[in-house]
């Protein structure tokens, strides 16, 4: 099983990202797919999830409005947009792949900084 995340950086604050994560080694499209966060210092917090047709998404009161969560399933990729973005956001961003408590699997991270 793998979740590879790319798209993260610097960006100054009012600015978009998108990032993407690419799973393989399972069947993607029967597992609900998540965003998670960790800032510095801090434990770590749902971003946002989608579940395994796309049919519905959550997200953070605190990135309401702001991010958007979507998943293609023939690519085997979800994907996070991040726009309008705030010192705050600063964090490693995981790909979270989960179907069960034992069919839960992670992504290595990707730093999103926010500074100008």
């Known amino acids: 099983v793998q979740l590879v995340e790319s798209g993260g950086g610097l960006v100054q604050p009012g600015g978009s990202l998108r990032l993407s994560c690419a799973a393989s080694g399972f069947t993607f499209s029967t597992y609900a797919m998540n965003w998670y966060r960790q800032a510095p210092g801090k434990g770590r917090e749902l971003v946002a999830g989608?579940?395994?047709?796309?049919?519905?998404?959550n997200y953070a009161d605190s990135v309401k409005g702001r991010f958007t969560i979507s998943r293609d399933n023939a690519k085997n990729t979800v994907y996070l947009q991040m726009n309008s973005l705030k010192p705050e956001d600063t964090a490693v961003y995981y790909c979270n792949a989960r179907r069960s408590v034992l069919r839960n699997y992670w992504g290595q991270g990707t730093q999103v900084t926010v500074s100008s």
């Open positions: 989608i579940i395994s047709d796309g049919g519905n998404t």
